[in-house]
């Protein structure tokens, strides 16, 4: 139809750009991101994986990651505690990404 095509047409001529601003010391994103590393003990031999977890301050890009054997309750608080540690500070928030272990039922 005519209006698909204008539609089709005016796509091409418009950017759509989305912006979220932050703000300094405000928030610390954290997430458990992509696959397990596998981590070998190197008396034995024997392997095990590990979870990466990632803490970001949006405002300033800086991120942290760690290897954690689990993404339990304990892990991510044990990740967020040396996030914090590594940021030398303490955001106003921290913003989990639907973490199962963040979220209370």
Sequence with gaps: SSFKRAVRQYKFHIKVVGHVEHYAADQ???????????????????????????????????????????????????????????FEGVPAAIVPDNLKAAVIR
């Design 28 to 86: 610390m994103y954290v997430d458990f991101a992509g696959d397990r590393l596998e981590v070998v003990d190197e008396m034995t031999g024997e392997t095990k994986k590990a979870e990466v977890f990632v803490a970001v301050l949006p405002f300033s890009h800086y991120t942290y990651c760690e290897a954690v054997w689990s993404q339990r309750k304990e892990d991510l608080i044990w990740g967020c505690e040396n996030a914090m540690q590594y």
